[in-house]
């Protein structure tokens, strides 16, 4: 049976909305996947600034919380409705939702103060994660069934409720004989290692977040513009410099490239304020603007190696790009040179759309709830125990 599903999803970049309209046939590790339709809607300037100022971790009034959750729905409902245009209407909506907040759990349980000399486990234990734009708005505005909220199940259960999309990346871009990497270069970077398709190679599953995607690229080039550019079409400004190594070794020492796995991190981490020491940092090299970007896509690339390298039981035979660092021609460049020999490429050459990748995951897990089948994998999430994702809103 087929089903037309919607998946909705902004990630750390905060660029917009990406939808993808997709007709879904299977149940678990035998899905097949059809993208009818995929396009990404900016958000407007003003509601974009709000978040980011909300991750930045501007203190708002509850009520403007409020106020900017049904902003975000309304956004992604219309979203919803755009990306049908044309096209039978979707029984079933998956949405992401944008995260404005994402504290992974402590590593140790500690203590915490119960009052007479009483203590309990510190409820940092557990991990916090918060997603705006919420899923009974959207289902009511779009008279469509809509799960959201699919972070808190695997936190709930003790992991970190990232990366959610290791598991569809393993029903849709397995290999029988070659181990493959599969890499989402959004604002943050996330991998999912796929073993070949043989004994137990659920289990050998591996993923988390290797640390800046396209975060401070991002942020250095509207910081060296004063706003006037968003990001750095193709690297092309990045490939125009030449990047100081002593900086990014000096960079790799923080301590989020040497923490093990299961990990996530986000803009709490890789954000302004991380920003802003690199660029101090930089100042004893008198690096040009090309020379800084350079610098902090190698950065990128190098976090992302290291990563490999340090976590990985083996050296993938095969490496595909995903999300919005895919389309970074300078990015991509410095990766193949530092994996090599194994080609660098992109999921679209695999048959899964490079640019909605994230978006087809999120209507595969909606779809996967609505069936009762597990979305999460506790090898990359640190969850004691598979669970179902997602809140269902019915209209």
């Not at 959610?164 to 290692?193: F, K, M, W």
């Not at 990766?335 to 899964?352: N, R, S």
């Not at 978006?359 to 089948?373: D, H, P, Q, S």
């Amino acid at each position: 049976m087929t089903k037309q599903v919607i998946g909705l999803m902004s990630g750390t970049s905060v660029d917009g909305i990406d939808a993808a309209l997709v007709d879904i046939s299977g149940t678990d590790f035998d899905l097949k996947v059809e993208l009818i339709a995929g396009a990404t809607y900016p958000y407007s300037r003003e509601l974009r600034e709000r978040i980011l100022a909300v991750c930045s971790g501007e203190a708002i009034s509850m009520q403007e919380l409020a106020e900017l959750d049904d902003a975000i729905a309304l956004a992604f409902a219309q979203a919803a409705q755009n990306i049908q245009n044309s096209h039978e209407t979707a029984t079933l909506i998956g949405s992401h939702g944008q995260t404005v907040y994402h504290r992974p759990p402590s590593r140790g349980q500690g203590t915490g103060d119960r009052g007479q000399g009483e203590t309990f486990p510190n409820p940092r234990f557990l991990g916090y994660s918060l997603q705006l734009g919420r899923g009974a708005v959207i289902a009511h505005l779009t008279g469509i069934t809509t799960v959201s909220n699919f972070r808190v199940a695997d936190i709930a259960a003790g992991g970190h409720g990232a990366p959610l999309v290791p598991r569809v990346d393993a029903a849709l871009l397995s290999h029988p004989q070659e181990a493959r990497c599969i890499q989402n270069i959004g604002g943050i970077g996330n991998v999912t290692y796929i073993p070949a398709r043989q004994d137990n190679w659920l289990e050998k599953i591996r993923g988390w977040d290797t640390g800046p995607g396209n975060s401070l690229l991002d942020l250095a080039v509207q910081y060296l513009t004063n706003n006037a550019k968003t990001y750095d079409e193709n690297g092309a400004w990045a490939a125009s410099g030449t990047p100081c190594h002593a900086l990014v070794e000096q960079w790799l020492e923080q301590d989020y490239f040497h923490l093990p796995p299961p990990k996530s991190t986000g803009r709490e981490l890789f954000g302004v304020t991380y920003l802003q020491q690199c660029i101090k940092d930089a100042e004893a090299y008198q690096l040009s603007p090309a020379d800084l970007l350079a610098t902090l896509t190698e950065l990128t690339a190098a976090s992302i190696v290291h990563s490999y390298r340090t976590f990985l039981p083996q050296m993938p035979q095969q490496v595909f790009l995903c999300g919005g660092g895919s389309r970074n021609l300078y990015l991509k460049h410095r990766l193949q040179e530092l994996l090599a020999p194994a080609p660098v490429l992109t999921t679209d050459e695999a048959g899964l759309s490079a640019d909605f990748k994230e978006a087809i995951a999120f209507a595969v897990l909606a779809y996967w709830r609505k069936l009762g089948t597990p979305g999460n994998l506790p090898s990359v999430t640190g969850a004691p125990q598979e669970v179902l994702l997602g809140e269902i809103h019915e209209p």
